[in-house]
């Protein structure tokens, strides 16, 4: 049900705005290094994310790559 | 003017909203993790690799190495040895009772991965990898597939569906053989050349393995912010038991035991993912992320965190960050010792346990030339279960 509710509040997040057409000579900004989704530093990100995998129960998110350990 | 400037256009395209910036590169990295209590230590040394093979195809490779030493917490007898290891040692003080206490161990973890990139006319990508995990009781390969498809001619927004699978085989180190492996031809080797005795469960190899499912939308806002929503499915099936972990049974009883922990052979947990990233002025970043996790085990979780970048110069970015972690306990889980009986699944495992948890972070990333930058970073993280932990980050990468 937490599920349902989670991807409803997401559809409904989307269905309700209204999104501007940015030209491609409109996204300098964006194509900034500090302005990607993963940070900086992706080696860093990957530490950050094993370490979280083997103290923490929940898993999944952050894409499909990356292997498995016996870490947890 | 007019080349630069449509060379600029045709990069801005072709680079922003892609889940991938080509370049190509070599970092080298290093992380040193600590624990309160003389528990883990791990230091990781790791190198990456990526290289455009024209405009259409990438290539990366990464490799880590984990050494891992110190302790984690058991259920264990008080029993008190003469300096022996294992069975050898003997017996110089037992009460009978069980305490949960660090329990040493160390290991050496070798983890590589390569990938492959296709870009199609549209730009849509297609990304493969390949992952290989190998510790002394632990093997893990695993495959992964997805797909970028950009829904509009502007590409403000992209859907991505992804899919892993991973196979791992975990060596048991029963408690029925003293937690000993056993090496059937003396090389001082427990894994692959030996054979496991599986009808007396003295010592054996189980498997496991995960499929990881994502679906997700990544929107274009506007001139300086982007949106990205995905709903993960992580289902597992096998061996789910940690092989490393005890439980106390009948306690209260004449029949009061110390046995391995058991897991339910099926994990099917399910959760979203946001991802808001905006530019404040010129120069300062704020990446706003919020993960929703439940599982068939009773786990709910709920992760926020919240970086900022701020370049303070051409060559100095300053990074600053904050996660806060909870979650409910697995429905098989007790801490005490008294609570277990004939349960068909039990555990203590602190892991397992309702918590919450903090990180704080920090970050410098200085570019010493065009082609050559460093960074260093710090984290300190803290459980409410008492853990506490630090992480230092340094490593270096080289453009060409």
């Known amino acids: 049900m937490k599920t349902l509710i989670c991807l409803s509040l997401c559809c409904s997040l989307f269905s309700g705005c209204s999104f501007k057409n940015v030209k491609p000579w409109e ?12 940070g900086i530093h992706g080696a860093v990100s990957k530490y950050e994310s094993h370490v979280y995998f083997s103290k ?8 499909v790559g990356g292997g498995g350990c016996g870490c947890n | 003017m007019q080349l630069n400037r449509l060379s600029l256009i045709t990069i ?28 883990v230590a791990v230091s990781a040394p790791s190198v990456s690799a990526a290289y455009d093979i024209g405009t259409d195809f990438s290539v990366r490779a990464d490799f880590v190495n ?9 259920w264990q007898s008080d029993a008190l040895t003469d300096g022996g290891s294992g069975a050898s040692g003997r017996v110089v003080n037992n009460t009978g009772d069980y305490v949960y206490k660090n329990q040493s161990f160390n290991d050496v973890r070798n983890a590589w991965s390569i990938g492959a990139t296709r870009r199609f006319e549209n730009r849509d990508e297609l990304n493969v990898g390949i992952n290989y995990s ?17 829904t509009d001619a502007s590409h403000n927004r ?22 000993k492996y056993r090496d059937d031809d003396d090389d001082k080797s427990y894994y692959k050349d030996d054979d496991y005795d ?46 490393h972990q005890r439980v106390v049974r009948n306690y209260n009883s004449a029949f009061q035991s110390l046995g391995d922990e058991s897991r339910p052979d099926k994990r099917t947990a399910y959760g979203v993912a946001l991802k808001h990233i905006v530019l404040l002025g010129d120069s300062v970043s704020l990446n706003s992320n919020y993960r929703y996790y439940t599982d068939d085990w009773q786990i709910n979780s709920h992760t926020l965190e919240e970086n900022a970048y701020y370049e303070a110069s051409k060559n100095l970015t300053l990074g600053a960050g ?5 979650q409910t306990a697995a429905s098989f889980y007790n801490a005490s010792k008294e609570h277990f009986t004939d349960e068909i699944y039990a555990s203590s495992d602190q892991r397992l346990s309702q918590f919450n948890a903090l990180t704080y972070k920090g970050s410098v990333d200085y570019k010493i030339s065009d082609n050559l930058s460093y960074n260093l970073g710090a984290e300190f993280y803290e459980q409410s279960t008492g853990l506490k932990a630090t992480m230092i980050t340094t490593g270096a990468k080289y453009h060409f």
Do not use: C, W
């Not at chain 2, 002394?136 to 498809?149: E, G, P």
């Open chain 1, 27 to 38: 996204k300098e900004s964006l194509a900034k290094p500090i302005m990607q989704f993963g």
């Open chain 1, 56 to 63: 923490e129960a929940a898993r999944g998110g952050a894409g």
């Open chain 2, 12 to 39: 801005l395209a072709l680079s922003t909203h892609a889940s991938l910036h080509a370049e190509n590169y070599v970092t080298v990295d290093f992380l040193q993790y600590n624990e309160n209590d003389n528990r």
């Open chain 2, 66 to 74: 984990d050494a891992i030493t110190g302790a984690t917490p058991v």
């Open chain 2, 134 to 150: 190998r510790e002394s009781d632990y093997d893990s390969k695993s495959i992964s597939l997805d797909y970028m498809h950009y």
């Open chain 2, 158 to 179: 992209s859907i991505n569906f992804g899919i892993s699978g991973a196979f791992d085989e975990i060596l048991v180190k029963s408690i029925a053989n003293g937690g």
């Open chain 2, 198 to 243: 599986s009808e007396s469960g003295a010592s054996q190899k189980e498997t496991s393995n995960t499929i990881n499912l994502q679906l997700g939308v990544n929107q274009i806002l506007n001139e300086t912010s982007s949106l990205k929503v995905d709903a993960f499915a992580v289902l597992s099936a096998g061996y789910l038991t940690n092989p």
């Open chain 2, 322 to 326: 904050v996660r806060y972690y909870t």
